[in-house]
């Protein structure tokens, strides 16, 4: 028979449980996993386009373990083992030095009350709240909101680093609370694990809300570094690099005929030197629309960013096709269109196939 904890008492059982361990019965494990791959083309500003078949056209592949074990009275303890991959080549990893499980690697305990706090390589609620709020998702190949967020940009007097410190954070503490009618929050913390100090850290964290045909959120993160990553000192620009505040708003509404998205962002990028702190202000807009058995999506981004002796603007659109093949299976064909003020248009098209295990 199990008992009722209160409150108090389940915080002191979810402590120790961390600690000590508890083996209890009603355990599972997962594994599952997504593989996406396309033919198309890329073109980047100034460059010849490159043909080919490459991976992650809709979404980035990936596979893990996963699981969870009943501890009694709505406590579980939970786990996940999750890395990215290339269909194209085989390989591990988004790139060439990619650690195995970079999407998420963490152990934790969920309680139906007080929530979920998990240990280890946690995916940022910043990402979280950039991909839900766009029509193209987490496409690192289509998505007009994950290149303004995510990928730098440089019209040869001042270069934008875009977000700082990857999509996912390691030595990092996640806490996220139970759904308030449709109201959830996450708080993330990494530390900077320098000996004799905390060290300089990454934080961060979202609200979500949803409720029926209406969804919002609100996202901020800061980072910091002990030793500056060698991609933010490359450039001169970014020499004196000290800190990063990102703050953004996403909003939709789901008419059943059209789906609509916005979101709104703005990212600083504080350095010591005397081009000054980097501002990038950046919106997007964009529509689902089922079409058959799919959905036609388009998604358009606008951004300028600036400092103290330059600036420039940038247009990003993504169109697509998305035809559903089953629940796990879905092909696709897409086309991308980016303009940086001053600079040669860079653009991708292609057409793949996703399917999840």
């Known amino acids: 028979m199990q008992h009722k904890f209160k409150p108090v008492v389940k915080l002191a059982v979810m402590a120790a449980a961390l600690l000590c361990g508890n083996a209890m019965a009603q355990s599972s494990a997962t594994l599952y996993g997504m593989v996406d791959a396309y033919v198309g083309a890329t073109k980047a500003r100034g460059a010849d386009r490159a043909y080919g078949v490459n991976s992650g056209g809709m979404q980035t592949s990936y596979w893990g373990v996963k699981g969870t074990e009943d501890l009694g009275s709505g406590l579980k303890a939970i786990f996940d083992l999750n890395g990215f991959l290339r269909p194209d080549t085989g390989k591990q990893g988004r790139f060439d030095g990619d650690a195995l499980f970079t999407r998420n690697a963490y152990v934790g305990l969920q309680d139906v009350t007080l929530g979920t706090v998990k240990f280890g390589r946690n995916t940022t609620p910043y990402f979280i709240s950039t991909i839900l ?95 500056v990553p060698g991609d933010v000192t490359t450039p001169a620009a970014l020499a004196g690099f000290d800190k990063q505040n990102a703050v953004q708003a996403g909003a939709s509404y789901d008419f059943k005929v059209i789906k609509l998205f916005a979101q709104g962002q703005y990212i600083k990028s504080s350095v010591n030197n005397a081009t000054g702190a980097i501002t990038h202000t950046n919106g997007q807009v964009g529509a689902s629309v089922p079409v058959g058995n799919g959905n036609a999506l388009v998604s358009y981004a606008y951004d300028k960013t600036k400092n103290n002796v330059a600036d420039f603007k940038r247009n990003t659109i993504g169109f697509a096709y998305d035809y559903n093949l089953s629940k796990r299976t879905d092909v696709y064909v897409a086309y991308f269109y980016d303009k940086l003020s001053g600079q040669p248009h860079g653009d991708s098209f292609g057409a793949g196939v996703r399917h999840r295990f």
């Open 133 to 227: 709020f766009n029509p193209l998702v987490d496409s690192f190949v289509f998505s007009p909101a994950i290149l303004h967020t995510y990928f730098s940009a440089s019209n040869g007097r001042l270069y934008d680093p875009g977000i700082i410190g990857d999509s996912g954070w390691s030595n990092s503490v996640v806490y996220s609370t139970p759904n308030f009618g449709g109201l959830t929050a996450n708080a993330m913390y990494s530390f900077g694990e320098q000996a004799g100090s905390v060290g300089k850290s990454k934080w961060g964290g979202n609200v979500l809300y949803f409720n029926g045909a209406f969804a919002a959120t609100v996202a901020f993160q800061q980072v910091k570094f002990n030793s």
